[in-house]
């Protein structure tokens, strides 16, 4: 018998550490590859921010962060932050089922329970993991479940169908007659749950809500979802784009996190008791890691009781969006027509998005990261552009006007 003579472990880390060197030069060739612009954020002149360039300190006015109405800077925010870190200290101690649980999570998920009109919240480390423990703890609980998901739905919520090992069928982007085909060619009598979002961040689309809710009655369905970027930005307690359509009572499971509009991080899913209930039995994702910190959850806690009954910053927001999409369009800038307050401007060339974004950086001090494949298709190449509600009126027509100028120079 002959005898392979086994590959040394440190030959084992050569072969692997080749294979991760291609991989990131064929990212730098096809202009896929990531950088990161490490900004210390000025709490006290939100949004600018300080960068390094050349051994030098500079500033920057950021037009590109999710932290939408300014509340990781909000006083009382920042306040209930500070108390929770002096009374409880750093870290929670252990995950929730060992010591991790805090006060503030009780008071956080009945919050949420109540915001979205729901018997039960569960709050998760982010949003990315609350939408993939979910969805994979659902596909245990009902085995023959057919799950339809939009095409352009978020990365968690199709890794989260794929952990859940449930068919999936996927209906073209906020294609409500794509998806009523899909309906109607599955078994009347087989469960069925729709996965969308209600605001994809890409594109600034809102998802077809109240023509999916009206599916979900005609084919026996039941609804995900997604309101991570709608949330605290609509509706008239901040609960999401569901809530200023009138439409929460329909969805199942609404998903949310706090590292968008709330100003801090962190996710959670609401719905009926006994769901809520078995995902917190169930999902490993939730189980087996350490909590949130307290001073986390004060300042999530405060952000959401506080947009419940404040709309000052909402109304900022949506004036400086518009006044946005106004001076782009002015200037004739390639703008998508986004009807939410995502704005974005199509390149069509990751490297010339790259150069265009260096370019306002370096030349005058405004930040937006370029967004590449894979977010984006190769050719669909954008800047991403977002106001938030602490911007000038000056800030955003100097933005505008200094883009307009990098990208006729580009021409």
Do not use: W
């Not at 929770?84 to 998920?109: D, F, K, W």
């Not at 001076?327 to 939410?340: G, I, Q, W």
């Amino acid at each position: 018998m002959t005898q392979t003579t086994p590959i040394s472990s440190r030959k084992q880390r050569n072969v692997l550490v080749k294979a991760a060197a291609d991989f990131v030069t064929r990212a730098m060739a096809d202009g896929s590859y990531r950088t990161f612009l490490p900004l210390r954020r000025l709490a006290a002149d939100y949004p600018n921010a300080r960068f390094e360039a050349r051994g030098k300190q500079a500033k920057a006015s950021v037009f590109c962060s999710n932290d939408y109405l300014g509340m990781s800077n909000h006083e009382r925010v920042v306040s209930a932050a500070r108390r929770a870190l002096e009374e409880q200290g750093l870290g929670s101690g252990g995950s929730r089922n060992i010591s991790g649980t805090s006060p503030y999570h009780v008071e956080l998920e009945a919050e949420l329970a109540a915001l979205h009109g729901k018997e039960s919240a569960l709050v998760f480390n982010s949003g990315y993991v609350a939408n993939e423990e979910t969805l994979g703890a659902i596909g245990k609980l009902i085995p023959e479940l057919i799950v339809l998901s939009d095409g352009k739905n978020h990365r968690s919520l199709i890794e989260g169908i794929r952990k859940s090992g449930l068919k999936k069928v996927v209906f073209e982007h906020n294609s409500v007659s794509d998806l009523e085909s899909k309906l109607r060619a599955l078994p009347t009598d087989a469960p069925k749950l729709i996965v969308l979002e209600s605001i994809y961040s890409m594109d600034g689309h809102f998802g077809p809500l109240e023509e999916v809710c009206r599916l979900k009655h005609r084919h026996n369905a039941m609804i995900f979802l997604d309101e991570t970027h709608g949330l605290g930005v609509y509706g008239r307690t901040g609960a999401g784009v569901a809530e200023a359509s009138s439409l929460a009572h329909e969805i199942d499971l609404i998903q949310g996190g706090f590292g968008k509009a709330h100003g801090a991080t962190g996710g959670y899913v609401a719905g009926d008791a006994f769901l809520v209930d078995a995902v917190r039995l169930m999902a490993p994702g939730f189980i087996f890691t350490t909590s949130l910190p307290p001073l986390i959850l004060a300042a999530a806690l405060e952000s959401v009781r506080h947009l419940k009954q404040s709309n000052v910053e909402r109304e900022r927001l949506f004036a400086n969006v518009r006044l946005l999409k106004d001076e782009l369009r002015r200037h004739r800038l390639p703008v998508t027509d986004s009807p939410s307050h995502i704005v974005p401007v199509v390149i069509g060339d990751s490297f010339k998005c790259k150069s265009i974004s260096d370019a306002l950086l370096k030349e005058h001090g405004f930040y937006v990261q370029p967004i590449n494949f894979p977010s984006v298709p190769r050719g669909q190449e954008r800047l991403r552009v977002i106001v938030s509600s602490a911007h000038s009126e000056r800030d955003i027509r100097a933005f505008v006007l200094a883009l307009a100028r990098i990208i006729a120079a580009a021409s």
